[in-house]
């Protein structure tokens, strides 16, 4: 065991975290997040789309929260990294999505808590 390896399963479990109860959510709780998004886009150029890409950043945070579950199991048993970089590859790709739509929806805050999330993706790029 060594920092490395301690940095690899902390981001790949932190991430795994963040997108397994973020995306399952949306699918549990559909109606309620849908209309939150719905509201969220009323006033911007993308209100139409607020449904499609409900359901992409959905799709996208699962499969960013299974690949990185998987994949911090994985490197915990010393079995390699690829899985887990996967995992953040699809974590980075749905920060970025998450990161246009705050942008879009003129909602700064929201926007800043990304850059937190994206400079934490960074750093496992730098460990994977």
């Given at each position: 065991?060594?920092?490395?390896?301690?940095?690899?399963?902390?981001?790949?479990?932190?991430?795994?975290?963040?997108?397994?109860?973020?995306?399952?959510?949306?699918?549990v709780?559909?109606?309620?997040?849908?209309?939150?998004?719905?509201?969220?886009?009323?006033?911007?150029?993308?209100?139409?789309?607020?449904?499609?890409?409900?359901?992409?950043?959905?799709?996208?945070?699962?499969?960013?929260?299974?690949?990185?579950?998987?994949?911090?199991?994985?490197?915990?048993?010393g079995?390699?990294?690829?899985?887990?970089?996967?995992?953040?590859?699809?974590?980075?790709?749905?920060?970025?999505?998450?990161?246009?739509?705050?942008?879009?929806?003129?909602?700064?805050?929201?926007?800043?808590?990304?850059?937190?999330?994206?400079?934490?993706?960074?750093?496992?790029?730098?460990?994977?």
């Open positions: 065991m060594d920092a490395t390896w301690c940095g690899q399963v902390a981001v790949s479990a932190f991430f795994a975290i963040v997108f397994l109860q973020s995306g399952l959510d949306k699918f709780d559909r109606q309620g997040n849908l209309g939150y998004i719905t509201g969220f886009f009323s006033n911007s150029p993308l209100k139409s789309l607020a449904p499609a890409m409900f359901w992409a950043i959905a799709v996208l945070e699962t499969i960013a929260g299974i690949l990185t579950a998987i994949g911090t199991l994985i490197v915990l048993f079995g390699g990294t690829a899985l887990a970089l996967w995992g953040l590859v699809f974590s980075t790709i749905s920060l970025l999505c998450l990161l246009f739509g705050n942008r879009m929806a003129k909602e700064y805050g929201g926007a800043t808590v990304i850059a937190t999330y994206f400079a934490i993706a960074l750093l496992g790029f730098m460990l994977l």
